[in-house]
Nanobody, 123 residues
Framework: QVQLVESGGGLVQAGGSLRLSCAASGRSFSSYAMGWFRQAPGKEREFVAAISWSGGSTVYADSAKGRFTVSRDNAKNTVYLQMNSLQPEDTAVYYC????????????????WGQGTQVTVSS
């Protein structure tokens, strides 16, 4: 089991960038695939990006492709989400999550979640 803490959220103007971090504590972080999800007010939580345990494979939601990059540093027990060209529709609480084994898009397949970090993009 891992405990997850996100950081790096904030207020940014449209077209700007942010880098979110998710620090994990606990054992065997490198055994977990990691995902990023987001939830905007009044909307369901949605998948953003995921990365395999090794960092060798990634997958993105269509809304994130070409703008967001997920990466991880297993030596630091940290996963990142670099977000560029941010738009107001990216405003949401962003969560990282851990899933033992292979990566995936399904929210229900992730069983460890952080508390979330707010990202607000102004127009």
């Amino acid at each position: 089991q891992v405990q997850l803490v996100e950081s790096g959220g904030g207020l940014v103007q449209a077209g700007g960038s942010l880098r979110l971090s998710c620090a994990a504590s606990g054992r065997s972080f490198s055994s977990y695939a990691m995902g990023w999800f987001r939830q905007a007010p009044g909307k369901e939580r949605e998948f953003v990006a995921a990365i395999s345990w090794s960092g060798g494979s990634t997958v993105y939601a269509d809304s994130a492709k070409g703008r967001f990059t997920v990466s991880r540093d297993n030596a630091k027990n940290t996963v990142y989400l670099q977000m560029n060209s941010l738009q107001p529709e990216d405003t949401a609480v962003y969560y990282c999550a851990a899933r033992f084994g292979t990566m995936g898009r399904a929210i229900s397949s992730y069983d460890q979640w952080g508390q979330g970090t707010q990202v607000t993009v102004s127009s």
